[in-house]
Each structure stands twice: as C-alpha cells, then as structure tokens.
C-alpha cells in the first residue's frame, strides 16, 4: 500500500498544471510567432499540422488533469483518499504525457533547452511524478477502486443524480437485455427501446420548455443531457445513448436559424421522439470539408427539387425528418456561402435498404452501410432521384438560403459535447467488464485483480474514465453559460481517444474471451473505435477548430 497522502500534494500538482498551461500557451505563441515569421497563417496551417496536432492534444491532456484536481478538491483533498489518490496518479501520468508530445515538436518551434529543462526536468515535477506514478501507488489506486466499488464520489447536484438514477434504471432493465442481439444480429433499434427513452423525456433535453422539452427558454442544460447520455451509453453506444444526438444537432439549427412557424411545426414532435430525426452532411466525396458539399438543390414550383448522394446517414431509414445540407447556389465561388439546410419528410422503415417514391415523382433511396460496430441505427448512403422538398422547408426560409454551413455548425457544438458523454458511457462499461472479470478469472492460481499489473492498469483506467467525466460536466457547465466552444471539441478529442484506450485495455483483460463476440467487451471495443471519426474527425477537429482557435488567441512571440 502507498503511504498516507501528503496534505499539499493537491496544491502542488495545480501549481504545475498551471506552470505547464502557461507553457503550453507560450507554445502557441511560439508557434503563431513561427507561422507569422514565414508568412503562412493565411495559408491554411498546413505546414504547422503536427505541431498544431500536438499542442491541441497536451492542450486537451491539461483541461483534463486541471478537472480532475478541481474534482479531487471538491471531493475534500486528502480526507477523499480515493479520489485524491486517482487525481495524484492522473495529474502525472498527464504531465508525462504532454512532456512526450512536446518533446517531438520543440524544436520545431524554437524551445531551446534552457526553457524545456526549466520546465521538465525541474525537481518538483520530477518527484512528483515519480512518487504518484510509482508501481505501489498505482497498484493502490486500483485496489481501492476495487475495494470502493466506483471510481470515485459524484459530484452532480441532486436533480442530476436522480435524473442519473432513472435513466440507469432504463438501461439496466430496457437496454442492456437488448444490446448484445442488436449488435450481433445488426437489427434496428427495437420500438421498446426508442419508447422507453421517449417516455424518459430523453428527446426533449434539447428542446426549449416552450416547445414541450425540458431545457429553459433561452438556454439549455447540457448538464442534464450529459448525464442521460452517459447513463444510455453505458448500456449501447449505438442502441441508446446515439438517437439522442440527432435531435439534438436537429433543434440547435432550428433554434439558430429556424422561423417562428418552422420551430412550432417540429420542436414539440421532436421532443417526444415523433418525428425520429438523421442528419445528412457528409457525401461520398467529402466528409470533414463541410463546405464543399455539392448535393444540388434547384429551385421548382413551390420548393426544391434534390439529386446527387449522401453517404453515413445514420438512422436515415428509421427517421421520418432527415435534415438535408445541400447546394443552392452552383457557383463554385459561392462556397460555404452556397449551402442550405433543408428538412425532409420520409416514411420510417425498418429495413437495411428503402426506396421511397414521392408522389411528386421523385425518389429516395439508402442502403445500409456494413460496419465493424455502432450498430442498431445504421448508417446509410442516400440516392436523391430529383427528391422534391416543399418551400417551407428550407430551414429559416427563403431568406435563410446560404447560410445552411452556419446553421450546420451551430448544431455540431452540443453534439461534439454529447460525444464525450457517449465515450464516457462506453468508457463505464469497459470498465466495469473489465473490473469483474479481473476478479473472476483465475490466473497461475490466484484472481487476475491479486497482480499488481492488473491492479496499476485498473487504477490509471479508473482516473482515465474519471478524469473524462469530470471534463465533460465541466465543458457542460461552461456551455449552459454560453461559453465552451472551443472545450467541447477538446473534450470530444480527449474522451474519445481516452475511450479507445480504455476499451482497448478492458478487452485485454479479458485474454482470448474479450475478442469473442460472446463477451460484451468485444462490442465496447469496436464501438468506440467510431468516436474520433464522427462529429469532427480527430484531425479535422484538431486542426480546423481547436488550433485555429488556439493560434487566433495566441500572443505571438
Ligand atoms: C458510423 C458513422 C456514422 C456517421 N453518421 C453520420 C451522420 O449521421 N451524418 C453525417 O452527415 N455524417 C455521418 N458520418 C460521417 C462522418 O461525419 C465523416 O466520416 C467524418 O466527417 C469524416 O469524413 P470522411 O469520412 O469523408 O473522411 P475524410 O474527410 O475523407 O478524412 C479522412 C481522414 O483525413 C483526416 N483529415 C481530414 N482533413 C485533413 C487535413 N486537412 N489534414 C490532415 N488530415 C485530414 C480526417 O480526420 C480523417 O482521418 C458518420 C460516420 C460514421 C463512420
């Protein structure tokens, strides 16, 4: 066993997890100061893409461990040994971490090493990491985890942990009995399932209270939407906690740029999971550049008529609203200027491939797309046979034409958020797979959970997934402020590479049984391999949103 936590230890790994964000900041400054000297930022970035890839994600590691320190002092420091002794192990395995990624990318951006030595090879932080990632404290952490049953208290306020407590319910009793045949047999949802969440209140988080949903007029609660879509997540990533994320895209561009007549006609319905809703973004020749979206859109008698492909349209089948990006103005100079966002009607089916004629003439049809995992809504590529959609259709109205790119990304901000929370979801249930079966099998004579490999992996996977959740709250709260743009993307990145670890580790846990499909695990693998390519490819994400961000704020030096 470790010995007893030293009172200040908190205080100190936030004094380098300070030290280290101003360093960090320097870095981007560092950078900007580069990218200025050789004349590029006008360019694109693209000669400063692993440089800028690496500082997002020791940016992303920093949020992480400041949240998890912020936690463990919340929880009371030192007389909340599990939870301070998760945060001591994370903070270093952080700090080591952004170490590594600055190493590969410091002279690049001119840290000589009187500046890198001064921060990494100081006293203070080497001690510090080696004292708490030191094999006996890790192996501590893993058996107090063990001995405590949890990762470490909740913190959410009331209201929350009880909205926590029902949707548990739901998956332990409605879900979890479902998900395995969902997923080998690669069926549709189950209506038990959809209705079960519906009657939860599940669609209407993102829906304003004046328009039957459950987030305040003039604001929202992602808080709350965190929370249930961590709980559905943890019984299917795919068959639960992934129908919420498109009502959510769905209303957030009604909010921003629906009409008045549009937001009556389809918020109420949506809330309550009538209409079931897709998104259809991405074609076949373009994923992360939203703006070169070429399905086009012509103007006709009384609407729009649609033709071209869309391809990974998730639930396009299901949905009876699919909400369409498509080109209304040809001129390639037009650009993202040149998108509209359109809502469209379609009947629901449960089959893998669907053609539905129009009585206008026209002719939708999809077919599934077979995937390693994230079944149960599947995704399909989508053919628009000269596909009519009514004038009153086009989100915001004629008015509104062109400003679909806008539209589109205002709806991405609270699922990029939401997809945090569907790793941390994921991320529990690997977990806890992982930790029974530790206990269960035997090993040369004695459980799994009695090494201590097996205890220090558990301990550091513990403060990984707790680490997680506390960054998504966080940016959850930042969000309800109406700040946290830029944390969201940094949280999806962190939470979902963190989920693929995680799954990863939990699966090897399991020897020869995790990659049978017998085991729950072999799912959890798999699905999470989805989370860094949608809603903002990594890279994309990284590069495109997050630095962009990073280096316009940045002081150049
Ligand atoms: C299971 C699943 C469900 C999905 N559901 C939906 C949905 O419901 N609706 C929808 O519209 N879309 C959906 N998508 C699509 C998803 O959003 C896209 O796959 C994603 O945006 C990436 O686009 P792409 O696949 O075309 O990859 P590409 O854009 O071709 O990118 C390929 C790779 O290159 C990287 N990359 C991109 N740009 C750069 C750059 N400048 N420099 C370096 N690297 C770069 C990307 O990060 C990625 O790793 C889904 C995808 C999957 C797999």
Redesign the pocket.
Known sequence: MSNPIPHDALDRGLALQARLDAFCEAAWGRLRGTIERQGALANGL?DA?VVSYELVFASAELHAMRAMLDYAVACGGSAAPLETTLALAFAADAIVKVRHRIDKVRHAIGIDSAGYCAMFEAGELLEFCQHWLAPAHLAAAGSQILAAGNGGRSLLPEDKQIIAASCARVTEEVVAPLAERIHREDLTIPDEILSAIADMGCFALSIPERFGGTAPDGGHDNLAMVVVTEELSRGSLAAAGSPLT?PEIMARALLAGGDAAQQARWLPGIAQGKPLC??????PD?????AAVRLKATQTDGGWRLNGA???????GKAELVLV?ARTNADPAAGHRGLSLFLLEKPATDDHAFEFRQPQGGVLSGKA?P?LG?RGMH?FTLFFDNVFVPAENIVGGPQAEGKGFYLTMAGFAGGRLQTAARACGLMRAAYDAAARYARERKVFGKPLADYQLTLAKLGLLGASLRACQEMTYHVARLMDAGQGQMEASLVKLYACRAAEHLTREALQIHGGMGYSEETPVSRYFVDAR?LS?????????A??VVAREKLATARSL
């Open positions: 693209d893409q498109r897709a998104i259809s973004v991405t074609e373009c994923g992360s550049d939203v869309k391809t990974w349209c998730t639930f396009a990006l797309i995937t994230y995704s989805v390519i949608f809603e903002g490819a990594e890279e994309t994400l590069l495109k």
